[in-house]
T-cell receptor, first 114, second 118 residues
C-alpha cells in the first residue's frame, strides 16, 4: 500500500534558524505532492503543491519544497523561521489514478522559540 | 468567501449510540471528501463524492459508517452503534472538480468535528 513517511515527529528551533522537514513516499508511478499546515486552533491549509514542471516549488510565507523523484522525496524548507511558523506540518501525496485521495504522513510538530 | 464548515465542532456520545456529522462545502465545489484523523496521525481518507454520488467509499472502515450528499452540496457522515475506537477528528474537505483534473485540485479543509465515544 502506498505510504508517506515524515521522519521528524517533533522539531524545535530558535527564530531565524533554517528549517528542513523530510517527506518520503512509497509509490513508483506519477504522483502529485502537497504540504499542508495546521496552525494552533486552525484548520488544515495548503502551503504548497507540486504537479509537474520545475521540481522546486515555492509556497506561501517563504516556504519551498523540492521534489526529487529518484529519492521519492518532497522535503519542505524555509531559510529563516519565525515564531509564527509554530504549527503542525503534513506532507501528502495523491496518485494520478486515484487523484482525489490524499495520503497523508503522520505530521511534524514544529515549535519555534522566540 | 466562506470556507468549509462542519457541525458540531465537538460531539460526545456513549458507546452504541448513533451520530451524524454535517459538512457544508464551499459553494460551487462539486467534489467533497471525508477524512478521519486519530491522535498523532495524519488524516485518513474515508469517502469521496463527485456531485451527489459516492465515487469512492473504500476508506469507510466498516458498514457502521455511511455518508450521503443528496443534493450535491451538504454532506452528512453517519455512524451507527458507535465504538470507543471511533473517537477521532472527522474532517471534511471540498474542491472545485475533484479527480477530473488529475489531482490538480486543491482540497480545502473544514475545522473538523471532534467525536468522543465514552
Amino acid at each position: 500500500a502506498q505510504s508517506v513517511s515524515q521522519h521528524n515527529h517533533h522539531v524545535i528551533l530558535s527564530e531565524a534558524a533554517s528549517l528542513e522537514l523530510g517527506c518520503n513516499y512509497s509509490y513508483g508511478g506519477t504522483v502529485n505532492l502537497f504540504w499542508y499546515v495546521q496552525y494552533p486552533g486552525q484548520h488544515l491549509q495548503l502551503l504548497l503543491k507540486y504537479f509537474s514542471g520545475d521540481p522546486l516549488v515555492k509556497g506561501i510565507k517563504g516556504f519551498e519544497a523540492e521534489f526529487i523523484k529518484s529519492k521519492f522525496s518532497f522535503n519542505l524548507r524555509k531559510p529563516s523561521v519565525q515564531w509564527s511558523d509554530t504549527a503542525e506540518y503534513f506532507c501528502a501525496v495523491n496518485r494520478m489514478d486515484s487523484s482525489y485521495k490524499l495520503i497523508f504522513g503522520s505530521g511534524t510538530r514544529l515549535l519555534v522559540r522566540p | 468567501g466562506a470556507g468549509v464548515s462542519q457541525t458540531p465542532s465537538n460531539k460526545v456520545t456513549e458507546k452504541g449510540k448513533y451520530v451524524e456529522l454535517r459538512c457544508d462545502p464551499i459553494s460551487g465545489h462539486t467534489a467533497l471528501y471525508w477524512y478521519r484523523q486519530s491522535l498523532g496521525q495524519g488524516p485518513e481518507f474515508l469517502i469521496y463524492f463527485q456531485g451527489t454520488g459516492a465515487a469512492d467509499d473504500s476508506g469507510l472502515p466498516n458498514d457502521r459508517f455511511f455518508a450521503v450528499r443528496p443534493e450535491g452540496s451538504v454532506s452528512t457522515l453517519k455512524i451507527q452503534r458507535t465504538e470507543r475506537g471511533d473517537s477521532a477528528v472527522y474532517l471534511c474537505a471540498s474542491s472545485l472538480s475533484g479527480g477530473a483534473t488529475g489531482g490538480a485540485d486543491t482540497q480545502y479543509f473544514g475545522p473538523g468535528t471532534r467525536l468522543t465515544v465514552l
